[in-house]
């Protein structure tokens, strides 16, 4: 009993690591067939005597295996076999004896596919032996003789083998295996704290039925269909499989871009990915990460008409001309801060707060007093929604700021107002943002904060009517004024 325990933990064993092996293909050859076998080798026998005497042993089986569509299959056995275990043993009486035995049984046995030609399988099962201990002449042995012991018994059976596959339903077979006996009587002798045993090594040839099956009718034989449930009419490989010519993982009868190169990202169509649904697919789309709604080029990419490397949707300044170097909003450099672009400028290092003219120089002539209250209009001041300074504001914080250094003790105020479109909470933090903003450029260029006051106003105190474009645009304003 615990040599059959030890078969069936092996076997669970074998079928739980065998199905992890990977092929291509998922059909056992001997799914649903059944299969004839004739075999013949030699019994080596394992008894009280203690001289191996290999003999002859010939067995014929009947195996019935379930379908499957994986490479491993169950079957049921049923054997019998015939032939002699004999021993010798110099100094005994007898010295040698040869009992002839035959087996009638059944079992369980498992088949793996591997390579497609090579099937190693496992057996465990019972049989019901019958033996009659003689000696060398044939001569019944004196406990056979007066009957001490029962002559038919119930033995246990494992077996390993390999075949090989020759056609569909021919194959060659190799195996081993151990025939246990409950009981020590085999040799006529119950001398050992051993039970018998009987050892075999075997070859021969299997004959299996019920093969060429094709249960989907796609022309492909079941035992070499990888695709087994393929419907009827769909065009197939060699293999069973519906065909795919452009190698994208979706079947010729499903695919809705059929020419897909190599190696190309599919959806389920069969199609191209687009990652970013810019009409450009992603094998193709050089700016692959571009945000939903926005207009590329051929080759996926935003427009840039000014080509100043800053995309059409995020340049703020978009008809700079050709060569000239941008900021990251797309407007021409301004390294000095005086109002005009580096590429206009004459004079491109002018000092902090020197009044400028339109070449950006410093102006030489009469110097014109800064005026003590500046009201930035946002659509000059700031982009739409923005609360950035452009740089047509400069001019006239310049002449502020000039002012507020000559004027150490002067003390200022800047309210931030907008028009009336959008909630008032949202207003009033624009309004505030912008006087930050304002504010903020005076600090950065050395001037106390201590000496301003900032306000956001919002919608409040406009100084037109909102009620037309222009009336709004000239309440977007931020006013910036002397209060001591």
Not at 218 to 223: E, K, L, R, Y
Not at 345 to 365: F, L, S, W
Request: glycine share 10%; proline share 6%.
């Amino acid at each position: 009993m615990k040599f059959v325990s030890s078969l069936l933990i092996l076997l669970c064993f074998a079928v739980s690591s065998f199905s992890q092996v990977k092929n291509t293909r998922k059909y056992n050859a001997f799914s649903g067939t059944i299969v004839f076998t004739v075999e013949g080798g030699t019994s080596i026998a394992a008894t009280d005597y203690i001289g191996s005497h290999p003999d002859l042993l010939g067995k014929i089986m009947l195996e019935v295996f379930f379908p499957t569509n994986t490479l491993s299959s169950f079957g049921l056995r049923f054997f019998g076999n015939g032939g002699y275990i004999s021993e010798e043993q110099l100094g005994r009486t007898p010295s040698f004896f040869r009992t002839n035995i035959a087996t009638a049984g059944t079992g369980v046995v498992y088949t793996l596919n591997v390579k497609d030609f090579f099937f190693p399988y496992l057996f465990a099962g019972i049989g019901y032996l019958w033996f009659n201990p003689q000696d060398e002449g044939g001569n019944l042995l004196p406990g056979n003789e007066e009957g001490l012991y029962k002559k038919d018994e119930l033995n246990y059976l494992g077996e390993f083998g390999m075949r090989f596959l020759v056609t569909n339903n021919l194959s060659l077979n190799l195996s081993s295996g151990i025939q246990l006996s409950p009981n020590d009587y085999w040799d006529d002798s119950k001398e050992g704290t051993t039970n018998d045993a009987m050892f075999t090594f075997m070859g021969g040839i299997s004959f299996a039925f019920l093969t060429e099956t094709d249960s989907d009718g796609d022309g492909v034989i079941d035992t070499r269909d990888l695709c087994p449930d393929t419907r009827k009419g769909i065009a197939v490989d060699p293999s069973g499989c519906p065909l795919d010519a452009d190698k994208d993982g979706v079947p010729d009868y499903k695919d809705q871009c059929p020419r897909t190169p190599a190696r190309v990202s599919v959806d389920e169509n069969g199609c191209p990915v687009d990652s970013d649904n810019d009409g450009v697919v992603d094998y193709l789309d050089l700016c692959p990460g571009t945000p939903e709604g926005i207009n590329v080029d051929k080759s996926g990419c935003p427009f840039d008409e000014d080509q100043d490397g800053v995309a059409d949707y995020e340049d703020q300044c978009p008809e700079t001309p050709f060569d000239v170097e941008v900021n990251s909003d797309g407007c021409p450099k301004d390294d000095d801060l005086d109002g005009v672009p580096d590429y206009m400028d004459n004079c491109p290092q002018t000092p902090a707060g020197q009044e400028v003219d339109q070449e950006g120089c410093p102006v030489k002539e009469t110097r014109i007093e800064p005026p003590k209250e500046v009201i930035l209009g946002a659509g000059a001041s700031f982009a739409s929604g923005s609360t950035t300074i452009l740089p047509g504001a400069y001019n006239e914080l310049n002449k502020l700021f000039t002012l507020m250094k000559e004027e150490p003790i002067s003390r200022w105020r800047i309210e931030g107002y907008t028009d009336n479109v959008g909630s008032d909470e949202t207003n009033r933090k624009i309004s505030l943002k912008r006087a930050e903003a304002v504010l903020q450029y005076f600090t950065s260029r050395g001037i106390s904060p201590v000496r301003f006051e900032i306000f956001g106003y919002g919608e409040s105190s406009p100084v037109a009517s909102n009620d037309t474009e222009e009336g709004r645009a000239k309440n977007r304003r931020v006013r910036i004024v002397r209060v001591y």
